[in-house]
């Protein structure tokens, strides 16, 4: 309206300095125009009303004494005191081969390996943690440096391959460590899964389950485009039949239909392990479909190119084919990996106490009557955590590999 | 400059025949190419030129007739078929590079997997082809970072990597840039002059003319007329032929 000669309207014409001051971000983000000023307000007012309420809540009303009083038994269940030095044997451990896998695959101690490191030193600050807990962080954040301090003097070849081997290496000591073997008063006395539980239990059961479940899931989206009518046929109705089934029938068939099937006197499996079957079998059927999405949109010409140059089918689905696919779905398949790891709660409703089976009874046991709020705010805090980092590290991912999509 | 080496026929079609569905794409083709030979198929869209230089490495799959490849029958025999295609070389009209691969991984791919050559032999002949084909400095780009023409030459280097008796070139420049086309048919012309048997479904008649050993017409799924390149532009025979001839000229 006022458009005077030399008057700057046009944005793009702002002076540099007045673009980026704190006052010009805020009138064009959020004060723009009329309405717009209207919703910045209404979302203000919500948010701090909110952000009041819980601040009250979490300050003035919540008991937390039933968090620290707890605290061993939402980490680790049932898993007897006197052998919780194997669990932080175990972490241990994870901080050194993070630590070496990061020097051979990453190669720097970039940004994220300094978040990554200073996780189990913020954790020391947590105030109910004793002295030794904090000291056994402490040693965690020391250990994780280490592996990736001497991993740049190992004489290593293939770095890639390496990696594989120092992971899957740890996974053996890990089950070995957790499960104990030997005598009950020998020197590792074995533990059962049954009592293994809380964090401990629900971030095996998440991990084993996505991991076992994506190769069966990717073998079956193959299979269901197979030329032999056979393999297809298998394929398609075990995907069509584990989809039209819930996740909780799985797992009651797995813990009760299993023994009536099986001859008397046949050694029972594990309850934890039979529910672990029941997770990969479920999410191996969702991988597969999100899988056959990847593989359908590979175009013709990268099929022919590859019989072209003289690829087996084998070698082709190996090296052309599956890469691709993949790359192309590593949104799906995170998210329905962190929808796996939130479903491994509904073991609790068959007797095994994940974070949510031992937040109940917490909130069960007559001494911490009305702390629901409480211990479910930590759990789902917790939760949060872990999923987060899932889709953080897979945002991470895309950006490594998006590299030849350009 | 073949011709007169008539016992060296590295292809040999004998009424080949191909149906998609009801539709004949394919009517009883014979063609027999020399070693060393240059065959140029030019022909209006939807001729089945583009079928029947596919059909030499089963990209698609004759129906009747007969194929015959460096003296191996093409038949549904797994071996034969992935012997054929070992020696014989395809460059797409979409260049169908592997996009998730360097350019020098795609060269090396094959001779790797299918040769088993040692990757470090497989390197240096993959940066050789590379320089032959004139783009050595991108060998560590991805395919989506080169123009088409620079891909296209990429999709050659790794047809030439397995070293191949014959290649086959399914309307290589149809898909690129005019300013492109010359540095594309520069290296088939220079390959040309190696002594490579190549078949060439193209549009370019430049090409055609200069370097074609002999000129292949098709229309409608059949070959109408078979010539050398003086013969084809100065004196065809069949109606159709100058038809196409002129409207493309």
Redesign the interface.
């Known amino acids: 309206m006022t458009t005077a000669a030399g008057t700057p309207t046009d944005r793009s014409v702002l002076p540099v300095t007045e673009r980026y001051t704190l006052l010009g971000w805020l009138r064009r983000n959020l004060f723009s125009d009329l309405f717009n000023s209207l919703l910045t307000l209404v979302a203000l007012a919500s948010i701090l009303i909110v952000a009041r309420l819980l601040l009250r809540w979490a300050f003035n009303t919540a008991e937390w004494g039933v968090i620290p009083a707890n605290f061993n038994l939402i980490m680790r269940g049932q898993y007897p005191a006197i052998e919780a030095w194997r669990l932080w044997l175990v972490i241990y451990l994870l901080g050194t081969v993070v630590g070496i896998v990061w020097r051979l695959i990453v190669g720097q101690f970039n940004t994220t390996a300094r978040v990554l490191v200073a996780i189990p030193l913020v954790l020391m600050l947590i105030p109910f943690f004793s002295m030794g807990t904090r000291l056994y962080l402490l040693i965690t954040a020391v250990a994780s440096f280490a592996g990736y301090f001497i991993a740049g003097y190992l004489p290593i070849l293939h770095r890639g391959r390496a990696a594989v081997y120092f992971v899957i290496a740890y996974l053996v000591v890990m089950l070995i460590l957790l499960r104990g073997v030997g005598a009950e008063d020998g020197s590792l006395p074995p533990v059962q899964p049954i009592l293994w539980g809380g964090l401990l239990l629900s971030l095996l059961l998440a991990f084993f389950g996505i991991t076992l479940s994506f190769p069966l899931g990717v073998l079956l989206a193959l299979g269901r485009q197979s030329r032999l009518p056979a393999i297809r046929v298998i394929s398609v109705i075990y995907i069509e039949f584990i989809r039209g089934v819930p996740l909780i029938s799985l797992l009651f068939m797995g813990q009760i239909m299993l023994q009536l099937f099986l001859p008397d006197g046949f050694p029972l499996v594990d309850r934890v392990l039979r529910a672990l079957v029941a997770i990969t079998l479920f999410s191996a059927a969702y991988t597969a479909e999100n899988v056959r999405g990847g593989l359908q949109s590979i ?1 013709r ?2 099929y ?9 089918t084998y ?1 082709s689905t190996i ?2 084919i599956l ?2 696919a993949l ?1 192309a779905v590593i949104p799906v398949l995170v998210g329905q990996f962190i929808s796996l790891f939130k479903d491994t709660t509904l073991v609790a409703l068959v007797g095994i106490f994940d974070l949510l089976g031992i937040a109940r009874t917490i909130i069960a046991n007559p001494d911490w009557l009305g702390t629901q709020q409480e211990v479910f705010a930590v759990i789902a805090v917790l939760f949060w955590i872990f999923s987060y980092t899932m889709s953080f590290a897979s945002r991470r991912l895309e950006r490594r590999l998006g ?4 | 400059m073949s011709e007169n080496t008539a016992a060296d026929e590295i292809i040999i079609c004998q009424d080949v025949c191909k149906w998609f569905g009801d539709f004949q794409a394919l009517k009883n083709c014979s063609l027999r190419v020399q070693a060393q030979e240059v065959v140029v198929i030019i022909g209006p869209s939807g001729s089945g030129k583009s079928t029947f230089i596919r059909c030499i490495n089963r990209l698609e799959e004759h129906q009747a007739g007969d194929i015959i490849v460096d003296g191996i029958p093409l038949t549904r025999d797994v071996r034969n078929i992935e012997q054929i295609r070992s020696e014989t070389g395809m460059v797409f009209q979409q260049f169908n590079l592997f996009p998730h691969l360097t350019v020098l991984e795609n060269i090396t791919l094959a001779p790797i997997q299918v040769r088993k050559m040692k990757k470090d032999e497989a390197m240096e002949t993959a940066m050789g082809l590379l320089n032959r084909v004139g783009i050595p400095e991108q060998a560590d780009k991805y395919p989506g970072q080169l123009s088409g023409g620079q891909q296209q030459r990429v999709a050659i280097a790794r047809s030439l990597a397995m070293s191949p008796k014959i290649m086959l070139f399914d309307e290589p420049t149809s898909a690129l840039d005019p300013e492109m086309i010359k540095e594309v048919l520069d290296v088939m012309q220079e390959l040309a002059e190696t002594g490579m048997t190549m078949l060439v479904v193209t549009h370019e008649m430049g090409f055609a003319r200069e370097v074609a050993d002999r000129i292949v017409f098709m229309d409608g799924g059949e070959i109408m007329e078979v010539g050398t390149p003086e013969h084809f532009f100065t004196n065809a025979q069949h109606e159709r032929t100058k038809l196409f001839l002129s409207q493309i000229l």
């Open positions: 175009p010409g990268q022919e190119a590859a019989q072209a140059v003289g690829l087996s070698q090296h052309i890469p691709q790359r590299v030849g999509q350009r």
